[in-house]
């Protein structure tokens, strides 16, 4: 992800690399002598804890900036030589965060859960679908991570899904078809968003919203609406996950330029649809230059990225992994903000006043409160390109808005 005034790749999903040496069946060294920590990961293994975190590698999951926070979440505190206390020696990352994944047994659902289940900040899994949701439980709480998986089928069981929920995960509704565009899912996922995030008004109104459904231009608008009727709305802590087309950006820049992918990052603003979708190649770090053909390939790849993994999957899905890896991310990323961390930045569709539209994609700073800051730097000094491109944006975005308010409204 991105550092305050420079960019950095700031990957930070649920430690998904067994490359990284992070703890999970934590035990320390000191003064030769070697122990199992009481913490709660003492039945987490696979991945090991030191005093200090080490990685043979820097996994893409994570990004730099990634490893670095949890290389300080995982220092320990200073102890003397003659060590008086051995607790001292825990980590700080406490696993007491619950999250519920609403649409956990669908294709998006059901990786993502397990990428959840993975992350050391969440204690308690809720998972939520209308069917065939217990057997996605049962099998993931045969992973030997920290939190606890719990199944919850049908509307008769949401509200309980949801109670005391920190962060609520929306994957749920269908998924895109060949030759079916975003607009076509609409009917079909706004009645499902606003179902779900009426539950979420009644039962968790504090817990950050993350709304993956498409249409996302549409559905984050009726998701606000739906929170304003219930008097619980929070722009802060209502999200659009745009992650994976920051994900796709960074990926196909570093394959075109040939760049080593841990470090490469592309801010990607606007809305999650098409030309709504644009990848700010000038802004990209580390500095790369782009022909004019570059820039026009890279960026219709990006925005039709979608269409790519629907035509190769030939009928059988969309974009399901990639699209749970970015989700993942993001949860992780919203987890450690409430966890404290002081550098947390991702793009996302949120309520915004970066420009004249009510809700846009940029790059935001995430804290225990929700969204804390925007990124204006990143509007700024535009192409010639990308400020055409923006403008040509605004039509089709504007009109995704307001046809979730008035779906939501009616």
Known sequence: MMAATTATNFSSASIASGNVKVGLVPKMKSSGLQMKSTHDFRDFSGLKAAASLTCESESSFLGKDGVTALRNSFQTKAVTQNIQSLASLQPKIQASF?????????????????????????SNLHLYDIANVK??????????????????????????ALKGVDVVVIPAGVPRKPGMTRDDLF??????????????????????????????????????????????????????????????????????????????????IGGHAGITILPLLSKTKPSAS????????????????????????????????????????????????????????????????????????????????????????????????????????KPELTASIEKGIAFANK
């Open 98 to 122: 619950k999250v519920a994944v609403l649409g956990a047994a669908g294709g998006i659902g059901q990786p993502l859960s397990l990428l959840v289940k993975m992350s050391p900040l969440v």
């Open 135 to 160: 057997g996605v439980a049962a099998d993931l709480s045969h992973c030997n991570t920290p939190s606890e998986a719990l199944a919850f089928t049908g509307p008769e069981q949401l509200g309980d």
């Open 290 to 393: 782009f022909t004019d053909e570059e820039i026009e390939e890279l960026t219709v790849r990006i925005q039709n990225a979608g269409t790519e993994v629907v035509e190769a999957k030939a009928g059988a899905g969309s974009a399901t992994l990639s699209m749970a890896y970015a989700a993942a991310r993001f949860v992780e990323s919203s987890l450690r903000a409430l966890d404290g961390d002081s550098d947390v930045y991702e793009c996302s569709f949120v309520q915004s006043e970066l420009t004249d539209l009510p809700f846009f994609a940029s790059r935001v700073k995430l804290g225990k409160n929700g969204v804390e800051a925007f990124l204006n730097s990143d509007l700024q000094g535009l192409t010639d390109y990308e400020s055409k491109a923006l403008e040509a944006l």
């Open 187 to 268: 009917n079909i996922n706004a009645g499902i968003v606003k179902t779900l995030v009426e539950a979420v008004a009644d039962n968790c109104p504090d817990a950050f919203i993350h709304i993956i459904s498409n249409p996302v231009n549409s559905t984050v608008p009726i998701a606000a609406e739906v929170l304003k009727q219930k008097g619980v709305y929070n722009p802060k802590k209502l999200f659009g996950v745009t992650t994976l087309d920051v994900v796709r950006a960074n990926t196909f820049v570093a394959q075109k330029k040939n760049l080593k992918l841990i470090d490469v990052d592309v801010p990607v």
